[in-house]
């Protein structure tokens, strides 16, 4: 369903207005603001210049910037083997092993929350009189190591950093159900870490995991994010070509001259009925996405990490300004003409 996001109440109608684009493999949805551009220089015989933009700089930083050490926790093969009467031997046997040693991301720090958790447990049970101290040493350093292992799981989990990226094209279309697998992937997702890090207690990470595997397998987020950098640019680029409507193609004493009707066809067909519609809905999926972005931003334990989260949460409003900016002088345009957007 097509919806007006920015409405201008000037004229006793409504103009919505929205966009953005780059240098995409696939221009998809922004192929209208290329139409516009093209056919609005036509209409006026200005000269046509293409607008593309270089690779968004925004990008999630890369694994190696995002990683850090990680001071492995050890105990004596002999305190080890005393550990028999609590989960806590088992875990380390399990972790020891080569699967164990294979865990990465989020399940490394799946598996390192669950060593806490056990070593706890362990350090009351009645059998551990003898490496009471061992465990509570051992407990100390695997809880200050912890912050790093949640940082690596930030920085190399592949499903996360791709629900998180901005894809190499724009959405060829909306798609309501792709969006829904997608997003509701990454609230679920971000809901279970939140109670995992701030209760330091975890459960089966069946759920999780599956969230992530959702996540590596949708393009549709990093493509929403690059339609919105994609329709700014382009936005941007359009008003600064053309600040303001030639007066020459201004109706004059109840005059309409033939530009000003083309013109209008033109921002009504392409604008009005293709591009208003999209945008809106663009800006409104991605606002659903902010409570969730905040939640990531403040778990993650990297300033350059949430410094890129916060600003993939800038994306609706820096898209909302770039509408308001282009719409300006269309909307004197029609003001004076007297045209209803929309309507022919």
Known sequence: MKRSVLIFRS??????VIGLSACSDDPGLTE????LHNQVHSTLNLPTQTIQAPKPQLQYPAKRDLTQNIERTSMGLLDSLQLNHCQLGQLIAENNSSLGRLKDGFSRYHADLTIIQALKKCIEHPESA???DKLKEALEHKESQLKHSLA????RDDGLRKALSVGNNSLPKIHVTEYNYAVNALERFTRI?????YTQKVDDPAELIKML???ERSNYLPDLYRTMLDYSYKLEKMTERLPEIPQSVYCQDEQVPDKALELKKTFNTIYIKEMQGDIAEIIEQHQRLLMTLESLEGIAPQPELKAYIAELGTLSKKL??????FVRPWQKFYSVCKFTPGLD
């Open 130 to 132: 003898n490496v009471k």
């Open 152 to 155: 690596n799981a930030f920085a």
């Open 213 to 215: 595997g959702r996540l």
């Open 320 to 325: 909302t300004d770039a509408s308001v900016h």
């Open 32 to 35: 209208y603001a290329d139409k």
């Open 193 to 197: 870490l939140e109670r995992w890090s």
């Open 11 to 16: 004229f006793g109608y409504a103009l919505v």
